[in-house]
Every structure is written in C-alpha cells, then in structure tokens.
C-alpha cells in the first residue's frame, strides 16, 4: 500500500484535520437534506419529526 503524500513527513496539520472534517460533515448534511427533500417529493412526512426529538418536543 502506497503511503498518502500528507503523512510522509508525519501526520496531517491541523487545518488540513479541520477542513476534511468540515467537508465530511457537510457532505452528511447535504445528503441528509437530500433524503428529506426526496421524502417530502414522495409524500412521506416520517422524517418531519427528527428535529422535534432532538427538541424533546
């Protein structure tokens, strides 16, 4: 296995850990609100109540 060029002279700077982590909890977020858009198209409102329970609504 080849080693990523980043790590040869030891391991990721912090930025670099910073902006992989932003752009993986972005490209969650952006699926996630795909699946609600797609469910809502569809007709199913299931996924309406998520954000309530985070409320303890």
């Not at 795909?34 to 309406?48: F, R, W």
């Amino acid at each position: 296995m080849q080693e990523s060029a980043s790590w040869r002279s030891g391991p990721p700077a912090d930025f670099e850990k910073l902006w992989r982590g932003l752009a993986l909890v972005g490209a969650a977020h952006l699926v996630g609100m795909t699946v609600n858009i797609l469910a809502q198209i569809a007709g199913i409102q299931a996924l309406d109540k998520i954000p309530a329970m985070f409320l303890g609504l």
